[in-house]
């Protein structure tokens, strides 16, 4: 929720902490004068990038590569069988981990010490005087990608998945490659995922053109709400097949050796297709097979998951009794703001109350005493937020984590805002795998996003949220949008609908979701009386947003904020009442009548 950016600065406008990194090894690009600017970096890479196309360049004038066909000839290329065979690591510091993924259901780790660089490796078999293209997905501080004697590559993306590509051409009498991955020396863990080399493989002579035939009988043996798992007859192939690719739709989403496999990271209640094609040695690659669809199972968020929820904010604008309006109007939630950083990425009430102890737990007591709950709000406009200043995804997790102790809590809110966070796409990637962990340590918790958007729907940033949540796995419950100080004008209740029906399209587009699942993933939370831009929200156009939210049966409703929900005509943009003429409490009342 936007909050008090301009209706006079809350307490916590605090600065940032600058954040600080001390390594213990420097990487050998920089050993010298270690890392001093983005800039410094960007130059290396380009003169790395330089050097290897020159170096390429020169081998090719000394022998004609064969061209390679575009097929991947690595095994287990995304971790998909839960086991690293046939990879292998050094010092037994290489695991295969559910999070953070870049597609399907795994991915590598490797856990690098002071050293050891935790070096992961496959040897395949390839052809002679042949170009192939290396590539994978990969997030960490430092992580490198490369065959073995021969060309590499390497990254800094510590919040979020990146490709790395390179290629290289195999000697006049090579005939297998070892592929390897790494981090460096004590920068911490290190992901991949979805690794490929492509190109045809080995042990075929150069002169198998044979594919095999179509793997045959696939079915579905299970599903839940967020996985499918199927199975099929082998292929036969006159070299023997070395891998089976399984689709949805069109997209590749898994490579097995074997002859059945679980697809995860599904929407629940979505239909999918699926059939599967098998590859051999050379790269030949069969037909596909029967197609068979499944919906999966219905999740537990879904249509189960409704909220109406207004902020309360007991930092600002003459705090109400929460226990009193809950009486009065019938409310049973609020969402509380703000939880922000005290320090060290530790989470405290706008900086600076206690978890414990303090006013919020005393409410929060009284609250739920009365039959109610809460559901923290973390970041908003402004102050020193966790999403920002926390170092990383797992960093982040654990200061969520601290707060979903504090009070056993069943939801959060991540309200993301301005350019620290809403406009980073960095640190949107960090939030969204900080939930994606905190939902799967804590079952049933209900996770939301809360951003701006524009009278159409989500800006720029806000599909960037939406398709990162998707390629990251994070299973969202709610996208909540915020539909005020966004050119409203006059028609609040037509701008709110058409925003809102701009998120649905955006969510059907990326999750393959229809329309009920779309509704039953979506939020608004609006603004009580007048806005900063002079939108003005009456009592009788929130009576009308709250009855389109009911018949479309969208997920949450919430407005800012119970501190304004008091008459004060004339007032203008205040923080202890809404600037028209309204009864106490009456927008909450309003809100308490969302049932989804």
């Given at each position: 929720?936007?909050?008090?950016?301009?209706?006079?600065?809350?307490?916590?406008?605090?600065?940032?902490?600058?954040?600080?990194?001390?390594?213990?090894?420097?990487?050998?690009?920089?050993?010298?004068?270690?890392?001093?600017?983005?800039?410094?970096?960007?130059?290396?890479?380009?003169?790395?990038?330089?050097?290897?196309?020159?170096?390429?360049?020169?081998?090719?004038?000394?022998?004609?590569?064969?061209?390679?066909?575009?097929?991947?000839?690595?095994?287990?290329?995304?971790?998909?069988?839960?086991?690293?065979?046939?990879?292998?690591?050094?010092?037994?510091?290489?695991?295969?981990?559910?999070?953070?993924?870049?597609?399907?259901?795994?991915?590598?780790?490797?856990?690098?010490?002071?050293?050891?660089?935790?070096?992961?490796?496959?040897?395949?078999?390839?052809?002679?005087?042949?170009?192939?293209?290396?590539?994978?997905?990969?997030?960490?501080?430092?992580?490198?990608?490369?065959?073995?004697?021969?060309?590499?590559?390497?990254?800094?993306?510590?919040?979020?998945?990146s490709q790395l590509t390179v290629s290289f051409t195999t000697g006049a009498a090579q005939t297998s490659a070892k592929i390897y991955v790494h981090g460096w020396y004590a920068q911490g863990t290190y992901y991949a995922d979805d690794i490929s080399l492509?190109?045809?493989?080995?042990?075929?002579?150069?002169?198998?053109?044979?594919?095999?035939?179509?793997?045959?009988?696939?079915?579905?043996?299970?599903?839940?709400?967020?996985s499918v798992s199927l199975s099929w007859s082998a292929s036969t192939d006159n070299t023997g097949v070395t891998a089976y690719d399984v689709y949805s739709g069109s997209n590749q989403v898994l490579s097995v050796s074997g002859t059945s496999a679980t697809?995860?990271?599904?929407?629940?209640?979505?239909?999918?297709?699926?059939?599967?094609?098998?590859?051999?040695?050379?790269?030949?690659?069969?037909?596909?097979?029967?197609?068979?669809?499944?919906?999966?199972?219905?999740?537990?968020?879904?249509?189960?998951?409704?909220?109406?929820?207004?902020?309360?904010?007991?930092?600002?604008?003459?705090?109400?009794?929460?226990?009193?309006?809950?009486?009065?109007?019938?409310?049973?939630?609020?969402?509380?703001?703000?939880?922000?950083?005290?320090?060290?990425?530790?989470?405290?009430?706008?900086?600076?109350?206690?978890?414990?102890?303090?006013?919020?737990?005393?409410?929060?007591?009284?609250?739920?005493?009365?039959?109610?709950?809460?559901?923290?709000?973390?970041?908003?406009?402004?102050?020193?937020?966790?999403g920002a200043n926390c170092s990383s995804a797992s960093a982040l997790a654990g200061a969520l984590q601290k707060v979903i102790d504090a009070y056993s809590l069943k939801a959060i809110d991540m309200d993301i805002e301005n350019t620290d966070e809403f406009?980073?796409?960095?640190?949107?990637?960090?939030?969204?795998?900080?939930?994606?962990?905190?939902?799967?340590?804590?079952?049933?918790?209900?996770?939301?996003?809360?951003?701006?958007?524009?009278?159409?729907?989500?800006?720029?940033?806000?599909?960037?949220?939406?398709?990162?949540?998707?390629?990251?796995?994070?299973?969202?419950?709610?996208?909540?949008?915020?539909?005020?100080?966004?050119?409203?004008?006059?028609?609040?209740?037509?701008?709110?609908?058409?925003?809102?029906?701009?998120?649905?399209?955006?969510?059907?587009?990326?999750?393959?979701?229809?329309?009920?699942?779309?509704?039953?993933?979506?939020?608004?939370?609006?603004?009580?009386?007048?806005?900063?831009?002079?939108?003005?929200?009456?009592?009788?156009?929130?009576?009308?947003?709250?009855?389109?939210?009911?018949?479309?049966?969208?997920?949450?409703?919430?407005?800012?904020?119970?501190?304004?929900?008091?008459?004060?005509?004339?007032?203008?943009?205040?923080?202890?009442?809404?600037?028209?003429?309204?009864?106490?409490?009456?927008?909450?009342?309003?809100?308490?009548?969302?049932?989804?």
């Open positions: 929720m936007i909050g008090p950016y301009q209706l006079g600065c809350a307490p916590h406008c605090t600065a940032a902490r600058p954040r600080t990194s001390v390594h213990s090894r420097t990487p050998p690009f920089l050993q010298g004068d270690r890392v001093r600017t983005s800039f410094l970096v960007r130059s290396r890479r380009r003169l790395l990038a330089l050097l290897g196309t020159v170096a390429l360049a020169v081998a090719g004038a000394v022998a004609l590569p064969g061209t390679a066909q575009a097929a991947n000839i690595l095994t287990n290329p995304g971790f998909e069988s839960g086991s690293l065979s046939p990879w292998s690591c050094t010092g037994n510091l290489g695991s295969v981990v559910s999070s953070p993924v870049h597609g399907g259901s795994k991915a590598l780790a490797g856990a690098p010490s002071s050293s050891d660089n935790a070096q992961c490796t496959q040897t395949v078999a390839v052809q002679p005087n042949t170009a192939y293209t290396l590539s994978g997905w990969v997030r960490g501080s430092y992580v490198y990608l490369g065959v073995d004697g021969g060309a590499s590559t390497w990254t800094t993306s510590p919040s979020a998945y492509d190109g045809p493989g080995g042990g075929g002579g150069g002169g198998d053109t044979q594919a095999p035939t179509a793997p045959t009988n696939l079915t579905s043996t299970g599903k839940t709400s967020s697809v995860g990271g599904l929407a629940a209640s979505t239909s999918y297709t699926f059939t599967v094609k098998a590859r051999d040695a050379a790269g030949n690659t069969s037909a596909a097979s029967n197609a068979v669809s499944v919906t999966t199972s219905a999740g537990s968020g879904g249509t189960g998951f409704k909220q109406a929820a207004p902020y309360l904010y007991l930092g600002w604008g003459d705090p109400p009794s929460a226990t009193s309006v809950m009486s009065s109007t019938g409310i049973k939630w609020f969402t509380m703001a703000f939880m922000l950083d005290s320090g060290g990425c530790n989470p405290a009430w706008d900086s600076s109350r206690p978890l414990a102890g303090g006013t919020d737990q005393t409410v929060i007591n009284q609250i739920r005493s009365a039959g109610g709950d809460v559901v923290p709000s973390f970041g908003g406009w402004q102050g020193s937020k966790l406009e980073n796409e960095a640190v949107q990637a960090k939030i969204l795998t900080a939930l994606k962990t905190v939902k799967a340590n804590n079952p049933g918790l209900k996770t939301i996003v809360t951003f701006g958007t524009s009278t159409t729907g989500p800006t720029y940033y806000g599909n960037r949220l939406i398709e990162q949540a998707n390629s990251l796995g994070a299973n969202i419950d709610v996208f909540t949008i915020m539909p005020f100080d966004f050119g409203g004008g006059s028609d609040m209740y037509g701008n709110t609908v058409n925003a809102t029906e701009g998120l649905k399209a955006k969510l059907k587009s990326t999750f393959g979701w229809d329309d009920a699942t779309a509704y039953a993933h979506i939020g608004i939370s609006g603004m009580n009386g007048l806005s900063d831009q002079q939108e003005n929200t009456t009592p009788a156009i929130w009576t009308s947003i709250r009855d389109w939210a009911n018949s479309h049966h969208i997920a949450r409703l919430a407005y800012w904020a119970v501190n304004r929900d008091r008459p004060c005509a004339g007032g203008g943009v205040v923080s202890n009442c809404s600037g028209i003429s309204q009864n106490n409490w009456q927008f909450t009342s309003i809100t308490a009548g969302f049932t989804g």
